[in-house]
């Protein structure tokens, strides 16, 4: 199983970016995908889930009304749109998947797969 990462980059305060995460290895339509970061000398954080039908979305407070999480099923890709970005946005972002959002929200030790990780960095 493959998690690809990309899209992370270097943007201004109040800039956009979209991140994608392309999946390979698994059947892509049984899995609830999430993105998670990790800022330096901070724990890793469950920013936002998508159900495997995409009928359900949950996210951090943190972001909510800023970013969008979803999934095009045919594409085997999950994206994430980062809107009004702010340089406490700043980490590395992880994708994973797992059958449950709840595991990539409350045990993250749990979660089946994991991406690579790419690197968002918000200047003010």
Do not use: H
């Not at 980059?9 to 979209?18: I, M, Y």
């Not at 991140?19 to 890793?44: H, I, M, N, V």
């Not at 969008?68 to 702010?86: C, E, F, G, P, W």
């Not at 929200?105 to 690579?116: E, K, L, T």
């Amino acid at each position: 199983v493959q998690l690809q990462a990309s899209g992370g980059g270097l943007v201004q305060a109040g800039g956009s970016l979209k991140l994608s995460c392309a999946a390979s290895g698994l059947t892509f339509s049984d899995y609830a995908f999430g993105w998670l970061r990790q800022a330096p000398g901070k724990e890793r954080e469950f920013v936002a889930g998508i159900t495997y039908r995409g009928a359900v979305t949950y996210y951090t407070d943190s972001v909510k009304g800023r970013f969008t999480i979803s999934r095009d099923n045919a594409k085997n890709t999950v994206y994430l749109q980062m809107n009004s970005l702010k340089p406490e946005d700043t980490a590395v972002y992880y994708c994973a998947a797992d059958p449950l959002v709840v595991t990539m929200r409350n045990s993250q030790n749990a979660v089946d797969y994991w991406g690579q990780g790419t690197q968002v960095t918000v200047s003010s």
